[in-house]
């Protein structure tokens, strides 16, 4: 039964179609307890996803038989990664060498997982996603799989070069909100080098099953994205992103991942 003293609230039908806080209502002067309450979970959330470590050794049992290599960038710490979005960029010595050493026929395609700038989304969302992708790239050579840690976007342009691959495909952790915490991108770089600009790159970013794409949907999505860049030698907006039923972005700014 409606209790007749209580007004209705036009915010409500509202709530169920968006998950941005609208409407929040007040108890007294501040908030109420449980929006103060939601809120400090989902911030809490988004700072462990940046914080917290990649089992990088989970990932690479997830891909038996495939030739993986675990590199890192220059960035010595988490800190220093934070702080120092160009360390995130480069690799480190070590991993260079290895990356050099094991430089063998050049590929068409390869993937580098990255931790970015939420371990959370890479632990839960890029196994099944590059695996769905590795279904369907049946048609070109694939390199090994890279796995980098500190890693930022354009660190897997000198991956690529380095590997002698035509197309590399970042599949990073986003930067969490307060509405997803665990969101993964894939940014599509074709001719990988060291000093390619952001608007060179394709991105599908919102990889994660809370109203965002499935890695099945992505995986088609960067299947056609990866055929028509090889075929045109070109990614960016260059590439427009026309071969499916739902829009996409063409080509994005890496927003300082």
């Not at 997830?62 to 220059?74: D, E, H, N």
């Not at 970042?170 to 969101?183: C, F, K, N, Q």
Request: glycine letters at 8%; one cysteine or more; hydrophobic letters at 45%.
């Amino acid at each position: 039964m409606t209790d007749s003293l209580t007004a209705p609230d036009p915010w409500g039908p509202l709530r169920h179609m968006t998950p941005a806080r609208i409407g929040l209502g007040r108890a007294g002067d501040a908030p109420p307890l449980k929006t103060v309450l939601d809120f400090q979970f989902a911030h809490a959330k988004a700072r462990d996803a940046v914080h917290a470590a990649l089992d990088t050794e989970a990932i690479a049992a997830a891909f038996p038989g495939r030739a993986i290599l675990q590199v890192k960038s220059a960035a010595p710490n988490r800190a220093a990664y934070l702080r120092r979005p160009d360390l995130g960029r480069q690799l480190d010595p070590d991993s260079r060498a290895l990356l050099e050493a094991s430089a063998g026929s050049a590929c068409d395609v390869v993937f580098v997982i990255s931790d970015g700038l939420s371990a959370t989304a890479v632990r839960d969302h890029a196994v099944p996603f590059v695996q769905a992708c590795l279904e369907r790239f049946t048609r070109w050579r694939i390199g090994p799989l890279v796995i980098a840690t500190q890693a930022r976007v354009a660190l897997a342009d000198e991956v690529g070069a380095l590997l002698g691959a035509r197309i590399c495909a970042s599949v990073i952790g986003e930067r969490p909100g307060l509405s997803v915490a665990d969101s993964l991108g894939v940014y599509l770089t074709y001719g990988p080098r060291v000093g390619r600009r952001d608007s060179e790159r394709n991105c599908i970013s919102n990889i994660h099953p809370h109203g965002g794409l499935t890695s099945a949907q992505a995986a088609d999505r960067l299947l056609w994205l990866t055929g028509e860049a090889l075929r045109r030698n070109v990614t960016g907006v260059a590439l427009k992103d026309d071969g499916g039923e739902a829009p996409f972005l063409d080509a994005t700014v890496v927003n300082g991942i």
